[in-house]
């Protein structure tokens, strides 16, 4: 039994109860980095999928303004014109009310401060080219009574800039985190290695490949990686389920939440990956030095 080399690397983990410690806890912090920069990045990037897929533009009248019926059949008459307009919804101030209600019934106090008068009456216009969202926008600017016009593009350009600091942000320090990881994998491999060299010796004077020798260390490391994996995974998954309320009634409308099932696995096992690969070079490399020295 104990010629198998996981056994030997269990049995040699249980050994070193604190030295098993400190190598997953590092390796579940680095995991748990990396998740965690995951989810908001593949959050951010569903996102800017969406608004990319609404070609949409909103045109809000000054407060103070009621726009009659006749002054709505004009500019819709005018963007009809243009023929690049798929639907054109005019929003009234009560209809803007019933809206704000919808997405803040949850909170009695807002739904108290707020009167159809406080809000604007607006113009939700969508074009069948999302190119087109900039004539369509720059056309609506000119209308009397409009104060402000606001079309995806806003938003998405914003979310791109987000995105991308987000990935730059989480490439570094996730990169920064595994790194480290591995030095102290590297380092805690090779304290035990160094604790067995004349185990090791033994083994080499009976004619041990290195590749028996390595496989119990290599298997030590990955066996850190796989723990670290699953319990980074478990506690990003039970963050993302504590914070799911929250998340929805700040995208509401965005058809991002509940993430699929098959999505979550596939983090696990990407982690579980990391974790093993991290783990398994760092124990590879640590028994490898001491075998050429």
Do not use: C
Not at 3 to 17: G, Q
Not at 19 to 29: D, E, N, S
Not at 48 to 74: C, G, H, M, S, W
Not at 157 to 182: E, H, M, P, Q, Y
């Amino acid at each position: 039994m104990k010629n198998n080399p996981l056994s030997v690397a269990v049995h040699r983990i249980r050994r070193a109860p604190y030295q098993t410690l400190a190598a997953v806890a590092i390796m579940t912090m680095t995991l748990f980095i990396a998740s965690i920069f995951f989810l908001v990045a593949a959050g951010s990037q569903a996102v800017l999928k969406y608004f990319e897929t609404r070609p949409q533009v909103n045109a809000f009248f000054k407060q103070e303004i009621v726009p009659t019926p006749q002054a709505v059949d004009l500019i819709k008459a005018q963007l009809d014109s243009t023929g690049l307009i798929q639907s054109f919804k005019y929003v009234s101030k009560e209809d803007a009310l019933q809206i704000y209600r919808d997405l803040n019934k949850s909170d009695p106090l807002l739904l108290e401060a707020v009167t159809a008068s406080m809000l604007p009456a607006s113009i939700e216009v969508s074009t069948k080219n999302p190119k087109d969202l900039t004539i369509i926008a720059d056309q609506l600017k000119t209308q009397p009574g409009i104060e402000d016009v606001r079309f995806a593009r806003d938003i998405v350009d914003t979310l791109a800039k987000w995105t991308g600091s987000v990935r730059v942000i989480g490439f570094s320090l996730v990169g920064a985190n595994v790194f480290i990881t591995f030095t102290i994998i590297l380092l805690i491999i090779g304290i035990k290695v160094a604790n067995r060299r004349d185990e090791i010796s033994l083994y080499q004077l009976l004619g041990a490949t290195g590749g028996y020798i390595s496989a119990p260390f290599v298997w030590e490391g990955i066996l850190y990686g796989l723990t670290g994996g699953l319990i980074a995974w478990t506690a990003s998954f039970l963050i993302l389920l504590y914070s799911m309320g929250f998340l929805v009634s700040f995208l509401a409308g965005i058809p991002l939440l509940p993430p699929p099932l098959w999505f979550m696995f596939s983090l696990l096992g990407g982690e579980l990956l990391l974790g093993s690969l991290i783990g398994g070079f760092g124990g590879l490399l640590a028994v490898q030095r001491f075998l050429k020295a």
